[in-house]
C-alpha cells in the first residue's frame, strides 16, 4: 500500500462518511429524544482521553451554549483522582473512539461505584465496547473507524455525534437538520482550498505550527495541535486565540505559521492577533464562516467555510484543511501518516 | 546592569517574599476569613490571562480539592463571548499581577453587569488598581512585585495567596500554618538542586521540553512551560501527566527534557510515564515530594521537596527548579532573561 494511503482516504472519505452518519442519527433522533429526556437539568462532566479529551473539550463549550452546564476534564484526572470535587449529580459524557481506552473505562467504572443512580452517555465509533455496554445512551458512528492511528474523519464524526447531544438536550431538533449542511460545504471548501493544503505542508521553512481557537473552537485547535503533530513530529501548539497574546507569542517568528480558527462571536479580536502575528514575521491562515465586512489586509491566506451555521455548530468543518496539511507535511519529511512515531492506536495502562 | 539582573534577584527573592507575604496574611487571615463568609455555598469562575490563567487553572483545582465548586476559563473567552453558558450564580475570582490586563478587567466588569449581587475576589500583586477597586474582596502581595516581564515571584506568591483563599474557603485555618514550611524547603530544595539548574539549564542539546503535571500541578506545568517559553523562545508544552501518552508523546527524541511534577495521588502512574520516556531516548527529571518507596530505575535526576505539605498546597514548590532551568538556558543562548522576545510586561487591546 502506498505510504498514507489508510490516511488519505479517510481524510477524504469525511463528507461520506458524515453524510451517512448524519442519516443514520435521524433514524435515531427520536429515540434519542426519549432516552434523554430530563438529562439537561443535570451538569455534565465530559471526558476522553488525547484526542477525545479535545473533543470533551469543544463538547462541553457547545453544551454550555445551549445553556446545559459542562465542564471537561481527561480521563486519568476523572479516573485516578481521590480528591477531586465535582458536582453531586452530574451525568457523564465518554468520548473514546475504539471503546476500549483504559482511563476513559475506569472513570465510567468509578462514576458508576459514586453514582449508582446516574448517567454513562457514550459517544464512540465501535458498537457492543465495553464503553457501549456500560452507558445508558450510546451515540455511535461506525463508518468513521480507522485503520490509522491518527484520529481523523472519527474525531469529525464523533464531533457530530456531541453536535446532535447537543441539539438534542437543547430541544432544539432542527440542529440535526443544519448539521446537514456539512458534508457539502466540505466538499465546497476542500474544491477552494485547491492546492493550498499540499503547498503550505510542503513547506518545510515553516517550522512552528500554532492553531488558535475561541469557545467550542479551541478544542478544534487543540486537536488542530495534536494532528500536525502526530503526523509530521512538529513543533505544533494551541492556544485560546486571545491568550496567545499572553506570552506564548514569544516564540513567534519567520519560521512560523499561525493558523486562526476564526470564530462568529470575537472575529474581530481574532483578526486582530493574527494580523499582529504577521507583524512578527509569521505566515497567517484564516479559516473563517465567511470573509464578512472584516479587513483582512496583511493575511496571508483566508479560506472560507461557508457552512451556513453557527460556530458552535460547524468546529468539525474547520479540521480537513489542516489534517490535509499535516499529510502532506508527513509526506514532504518522509514520515509516514499512518504510523506516527512513537504511538500505536489504542492506549492502554 | 548585568543581563538578566532583574530576573535573577526576583526568582532568588521567592524565600523571603513568600515569607514576608505569609506573615502579612497571618494578620490579614482574621478580617478575610469574615469577609468570605458564605463564599463556599457558590461555584467559583477563577480567571486570568496568560500566567494568572494557568494560576488560575490551579486554584480551581486546589478550590475543588477542598469541595468549593471552582472552574477556570480564560478572561478573554468570560470577557467576549456572549453565548457561554455559567452557573447562575458564582463568585468571580480574578487573578491579575498588575490589576490592569484588560480582558480581565472586562471580565470584571461583564459580571457586575449580569450579577449585579454576586461577589468578585481579586488576587493581584499591586494595590489601588482597577481589579482591586472593582473587587469586594482583594488578597494582595505589593511584596511580590516585578520588574521583569516574565513572572516569576508574582506568580508563585498569588499561588500562594490562592491558597490562603482555599484554607479560609474551606474553613481550615490550619493550612496558613502549613503554607509557612514553604519558604524554608524552597530554600533547601535550592541547596539540594546544586548545580543541576545550570547545567541542564546549559545544556543545548536539549531543544523539546515536556512539563507534565495532574490535579493542581497541570496549571503549574502550564506555567512552566510559559516561563520556559518566554524567557529561552524554546519549544515547550504542558500536558495533564497521563495525556502526555495519547499522542504528544509523539514528538519525544533525544533532544528532549520531560519534567514530571510528581504528585502525591497517582505519584506511580505518573513516574511511569517518565520512564517510558526515558525509554524513547528523552532526558527525565522528576519533582517530587520525596523519593518514597517508588522505584526511580532509568529517571536521570530526581529532586525532592519535602515540604511536609500536601501536593494541592506545594505547587508553588515546583517552580523556581524551572525558572533557573529557563534562566540560564536563556543565558546560554545568548538571551536576556529580563526582556523575553516579542513580550511587554502588561498586554492591554
Known sequence: MTVGEATRLEIASQPDVWQATLNELGTQQPQLTQQLAGYAATPFIVTGCGSTYY?????AATLRSVGVAAWALPGSELALYEQTH??????????????????????????????????????????????VQAADVALIAPQAQEQSVAQTRSFTTMALLGQLLAGVLAGDPARLERLHKLPHAL???????????????????????FFLGSGALYGFACEAMLKTK??????????????????????????????????????????????????????????????GTYDWTGIDQVVELRSGVSEWERGALYLPVIQWIAFYRALAKELDPDNPHNLTAVITL
Chains 1, 2 share one sequence.
Open 55 to 59: 473533543l470533551s473539550l469543544a463538547t
Open 187 to 209: 466538499t465546497s471548501v476542500m474544491a477552494e482550498a485547491g492546492t493550498l493544503p499540499e503547498t503550505i505542508g510542503a513547506d518545510l521553512s515553516l517550522q512552528r505550527y
Open 86 to 131: 465535582l458536582p453531586h449529580n452530574f451525568t457523564l459524557l465518554a468520548m473514546s473512539r475504539s471503546g476500549t481506552t483504559s482511563e476513559t473505562l475506569w472513570a465510567v467504572k468509578r462514576y458508576r461505584e459514586e453514582h449508582p443512580d446516574g448517567h454513562v452517555v457514550a459517544v464512540t465509533c465501535v458498537p457492543n465496547t465495553p464503553l
Open 230 to 291: 502526530e503526523m509530521t513530529t512538529s513543533w505544533a501548539e494551541a492556544y485560546h486565540t486571545l491568550e496567545f497574546r499572553h506570552g506564548p507569542m514569544s516564540v513567534v517568528d519567520s519560521s512560523s505559521l499561525v493558523v486562526g480558527l476564526i470564530s462568529d462571536s470575537i472575529a474581530e479580536a481574532e483578526i486582530a492577533v493574527l494580523k499582529q502575528m504577521k507583524g512578527l514575521g509569521a505566515r497567517t491562515l484564516a479559516l473563517t464562516e465567511t470573509r
